[in-house]
Each structure stands twice: as C-alpha cells, then as structure tokens.
C-alpha cells in the first residue's frame, strides 16, 4: 500500500508540471507562426519559371478576329484579392471612403472567416475563455467574438486611425520574396506602413488598431477575462497573428500565379 501510494504521488506531481491554461495562447499563437512560416517555405520551394504563351495563340492568323475571352474569377482577383481585400491592387492614393470600403472588406473577407472558425474551435477544444461555455452556444460566442475583434481593429486602424494620420492601410507584397527577407519584411510591416503619399512611416494606426479593439473586447468578454493583464496578452497575440498573416500575404500573389499558371507581374516592388 505505501508503494501504491508513493506512485500515486509522483504521478499528482507530473500532472501538476503541466503548463498553465495562462500558457494556451502563448501555445496558439506559436503553433500559428510555425504554421504560417511552414506555408511560406513550401511556396518558397514550390515556385517554377513563368510558362511560355500558348501554342495555339501563337498560330493565330491575322484574317481571324481575336476573341475576347469571358471575364474569369482569376482576372478579378488579379485586380483584387477576396481572400486578403488589403493587398495593393492599385498604388493609387486612397480616399476616406476607399479605406472605409477596406475596413468592410477586410471584416467579412474570406481569410477573416476562416481565421475566426479556427480560432472559436482551438479555444472551444481549450475551454478559453471558460465563461463562453461548451457546445454550440459556446463556440457561436467564441466564433463572434473573434469577428467582432476583428472587424473593430479594422475600423479603427484600416479606417478611422488611417484616414486621420493619412497613412496606407493596405499590404505591399514584394515582387520576387525569397524566405528570408519575407521574415524581415513581414515583422517590419508590423510596426512600418506607408503615409499617403508613399513615404515609410511608423505604423500608428496599425499598432494602435488591435490594442483599442481590445479595450473594447471587454465589453463582451467575460468578467473574468477583462483585467489589464489579459488585456495586453491579446494585445501581443493580435501582433504576432499580424506577422503570421503578412507572411501569408507576401506569399499569395505567388499562390495565385502558380493556380493560374500566368507570368510573374512587374508591378510593385517593395
């Protein structure tokens, strides 16, 4: 009996080494980088020669009419992006009411949909936050919230903090991004936007954005959840979830040349 009970102790001890629930969004937020930068490499490794123009539009003869082929889904997304609206499509500057049309965009985009369905379901597996409940009400509530967080960081920092600091809220991918650089790159994006007139410029409205969506957050977290503390945790998983998605972005250009099969663009450099 006392063997028993010695190795029912060390098995309580093991079991109390087990981090934290504080940790589970230190552990998400990893597990989205590593995700993300995986996705970059393999697009890094994947990218082939631009394709040489079609034989048969090569033996076409002058006497024959061209024919105008129908507008595709990918001739619209070359002009912009459904999945990430913020990707320059024209380095136009931006009215008020474009940015405002970006901050709607970018809301209910089809990344900001997908984003807010994993995370209701990594912290409905978590229990995170505990007060939103188990089930389907639960994980309507944590899938809410996370839209509700986004769309607010949206129009405050793609829309009012843009159009009153006069700064560039959309992504600039580079023209040929090697891994490497697109790391510096991304996590220099974070904190280095572009102001109207194209100059590089400190980043206000894209830093202060997420951590005024925040405060607001509280209004509809949980009571437990709404301490500074907590506050300031989402804050910087918000930023690390920025670096990650302009990974995604600088690579999207390359996932949809290589879908379409059509020659790399000379357009925006930096």
Known sequence: ???????????????????????????????????????????????????????????????????????????????????????????????????????VDNSISLHALAA??????????????????????????????????????????????????????RFFPERDPSFGRSLKYSAQRVFVTRDDEGRDVANWSGLMGPLLSEGLANAYWPEQDRTARQTFERYGIDLAVRFGGNMLREYWPVFFRKVRGSPRPQAQGK
């Open 1 to 103: 009996m006392q063997l028993r009970r010695r190795g029912f102790s060390r098995e309580l001890a093991i079991l109390d080494s087990t981090p934290p629930l504080e940790m589970l969004p230190v552990f998400r937020c990893l597990a989205l980088l590593v995700f993300c930068l995986a996705v970059a490499a393999l697009a890094q490794e994947t990218q082939t020669a631009p394709k040489s123009p079609d034989a048969a539009s090569a033996g076409q003869t002058g006497s024959s009419a061209p024919k105008v082929p129908p507008v595709t889904l990918f001739e619209k997304l070359d002009k912009k992006s459904i999945v990430f609206p913020d990707i320059v499509a024209d380095s136009a500057r931006m009215s008020t009411g474009q940015k405002f049309k970006l901050f």
């Open 116 to 169: 807010s369905s994993l995370y209701a379901a990594i912290n409905q597996a978590a229990d995170s936050p505990h007060g939103y409940g188990q089930g389907g009400e639960g994980y309507a509530k944590r899938f809410g919230a996370s839209m509700a967080g986004g769309a607010s960081s949206n129009f405050f920092g793609t829309f009012l903090l843009a159009s009153a600091l006069h700064q560039d809220p």
